[in-house]
Each structure stands twice: as C-alpha cells, then as structure tokens.
T-cell receptor
Framework: DQQVKQNSPSLSVQEGRISILNCDYT??????FLWYKKYPAEGPTFLIS?????DKNEDGRFTVFLNKSAKHLSLHIVPSQPGDSAVYFC?????????????FGKGTKLSVIP | DTAVSQTPKYLVTQMGNDKSIKCEQN?????MYWYKQDSKKFLKIMFS???????INETVPNRFSPKSPDKAHLNLHINSLELGDSAVYFC??????????FGQGTRLTVV
C-alpha cells in the first residue's frame, strides 16, 4: 500500500527550462512533506520541505507547492541545470508517535539535457 | 568531515552468515534510523532510535537487530543472511522532525 506516490519514474528537461516533479499522497494524517535528491552511490540529500499549514515554500531555484485538498505536492526547479540530474524522492510524515518516520515515494529520475 | 558515516560501503557475503553494518553521526542528533532500499527502489524505514531508545520498529524479521551504544552510533546486525536481504541499507539521523541526514549507504549482496 503506497501512501506516497510518484507516478512518473523519469523526466527529461532541457537546461534552463522548468522541471516539475509531482507527488501524491493518500494518508490524510501526513502534515509535513519533504523532497530529497539522490545521486548514484550516495545517500539521499535533503532539498526542501513544507508544512501543511503552508501552500508554498521557496528556496533559491527550488519551490515546493502543496495542495492539501488534492493531496498533491510538486517540486519546481527553475532554471534546471545539468547538475540537477538525479533521482528525486518525495517523503511525508505525520504528527504523533511515528513523527520521526518518513514515508517515501519511489522516486523520479530527472535528466537535464544540456 | 562526514556527517553520517556508515561502514562498509559494499558487503558481499554468503547465505547463512552473520554481518554487521556500523553507523556514526557527528551532528549531535538525538534520533537515528535505518532505512532499506530494495530492488524496486522503495526506501522504507526499518528502525528508529531516539536517545538510544527504540521508538520505531517496522515489520522486519527478528534476524535484524539494531544496537545503539550511544546516541551517536546505531549499528545493524543481521543474523542468518538470506538472498532476499540483498539491498542498500541507509543510516540516517535527525534533530528536528523529518529532515534526516543520510549516510552513503551499504550495498549488501547475499550470494
């Protein structure tokens, strides 16, 4: 039972254009969402997060949007750079006993073409 | 200076053996985790320790036993290794909720 879904296994984008990565979740108890970036043979690296009390969070070229009613979030990267090529994981957590636990999606492999 | 380090990076072993993976964090975090990334690339939590106490223990075989000698270390011991245990195991730590820092991973191959 996948509580966090990333339905696009891969995405290719031209350098300089916008990359949009999508994530859907089913557990309405999730109230904190994160994006991680992962290069081959390395561990995931935290990128950006958003609390459910917000609908947008921005950090440089990275912006995360949250639509709670649709249980959907997206990561926008503008402009995309070749160094952004990696696997991006969406993750979520819920307040409570398991609040330290992250539930991950399967990831989307982003390729930025020079 | 690596924030979360785990050793070894690669581990190839035969079925039935017992092996350990070590993890150390120098970030002063209170909480440490073990995650498993299987062949389908899912990252799933296995264990979580807060100040050396187990707070999450997902459904994993009891052949897997975490050990936390202090809050900077969380080791994973696996008994009687099986082919299905082959995966990449990630150690992580966090101070605030959710923003975990991950180690580089240990690729375990059971032959």
């Amino acid at each position: 039972d996948q509580q966090v879904k990333q339905n696009s296994p891969s995405l290719s984008v031209q350098e300089g254009r916008i990359s949009i990565l999508n994530c859907d979740y089913t557990n309405s108890m999730f109230d904190y969402f994160l994006w991680y970036k992962k290069y081959p043979a390395e561990g995931p690296t935290f990128l950006i997060s958003i609390s459910s009390i917000k609908d947008k969070n921005e950090d440089g070229r990275f912006t995360v949007f949250l639509n709670k009613s649709a249980k959907h979030l997206s990561l926008h990267i503008v402009p995309s750079q070749p160094g952004d090529s990696a696997v991006y994981f969406c993750a979520a957590s819920a307040t409570g006993a398991g609040s330290y636990q992250l539930t991950f999606g399967k990831g989307t492999k982003l390729s930025v073409i020079p | 200076d690596t924030a979360v380090s785990q050793t070894p990076k690669y581990l190839v072993t035969q079925m039935g053996n017992d092996k350990s993976i070590k993890c150390e964090q120098n970030l002063g975090h209170d909480t440490m985790y073990w995650y498993k990334q299987d062949s389908k690339k899912f990252l799933k939590i296995m264990f979580s320790y807060n100040n050396k106490e187990l707070i999450i223990n997902e459904t994993v075989p009891n052949r897997f036993s975490p050990k936390s000698p202090d809050k900077a270390h969380l080791n994973l011991h696996i008994n009687s290794l099986e082919l299905g245990d082959s995966a990449v195991y990630f150690c992580a730590s966090s101070l605030t909720r959710g923003e975990a820092f991950f180690g580089q991973g240990t690729r375990l191959t059971v032959v």
